[in-house]
């Protein structure tokens, strides 16, 4: 069965800065998607990036970045220019074919 | 905005009842995902519709089912209410059935007392 681990439940990071969230999979498969979403306190799921498994290159998404290393099964989140905004829960999933699988979620705070 | 559409925001409704959340998929989405977010178990999968049919089933009660329309709008129905059942119940949407990114909707508050 595809597990997906995120390992900090809690992260803070200043504004500006730079933070990396961390995640990893298990999975026997070859083709797949992993996504990052946000919660904010309004509880909306908000897709932040995504990535196909077939793909070497990692996703990019304005201030948002992944390092996907495929052999090693993780996928991080950097996220660069920290704002106040990006305050919330992200969460980690992996997708093949219909199912998608989240992990426990990373609680980001930004400071000022 | 995701461009999906969920009704009611909140519900609160006693143990025993039954409930019925609705969710409206974007535009040109034929898939629609029903997930369960508590406290205590996280987000879970609960069922697929596609087209109409159902695709997949995860971690859904008995007590729950769902079903998609002609119009591909979908309704969850959960009955026989438990306090256990108190949770945000997203609905997300998809173009097609397998690999396609899925969007989520604002999601239902449901808290039974």
């Known amino acids: 069965a595809q597990t997906v681990t995120q390992s900090q439940p809690e992260m803070s990071v200043q504004e500006a800065e730079t933070v990396t969230l961390s995640c990893t999979y298990d999975?026997?498969?070859?083709?797949?998607?992993l996504f990052w979403y946000k919660q904010p306190p309004s509880r909306q799921m908000i897709l932040v990036i995504r990535?196909?498994?077939?793909?070497?290159q990692n996703a990019t998404e304005n201030r948002f970045s992944v390092n996907f290393q495929k052999a090693a099964k993780s996928f991080s989140l950097k996220i660069s220019d920290s704002q106040l905004g990006d305050t919330a829960m992200y969460f980690c999933?992996?997708?093949?074919?219909?199912?998608?699988?989240f992990g426990a979620g990373t609680r980001l705070t930004v400071k000022p | 905005d995701s461009g999906v559409t969920q009704t009611p925001k909140h519900l609160i409704t006693a143990t025993g009842q039954r409930v019925t959340l609705r969710c409206s998929p974007r535009?040109?989405?034929?898939?629609v995902y029903w997930y369960q977010q508590s406290l205590d178990q996280g987000l879970q999968f609960l069922i697929q519709?596609?087209?109409?049919?159902?695709?997949a089933k995860g971690n859904i009660l008995e007590r729950f089912s769902a079903q998609q329309f002609p119009d591909l709008h979908s309704e969850l129905n959960l009955s026989s209410l438990e306090l256990g059942d108190s949770a945000l119940y997203f609905c997300?949407?998809?173009?097609?059935?397998?690999?396609?990114?899925?969007?989520f909707g604002p999601g239902t508050r449901l808290t039974v007392l």
């Open positions: 535009s040109g989405d034929l898939s």
């Open positions: 999975t026997s498969e070859n083709n797949y998607y």
């Open positions: 999933a992996f997708m093949m074919h219909h199912d998608m699988r």
């Open positions: 519709y596609y087209n109409g049919e159902e695709r």
């Open positions: 997300a949407s998809s173009v097609g059935t397998q690999l396609d990114t899925q969007y």
């Open positions: 990535q196909e498994a077939y793909k070497q």
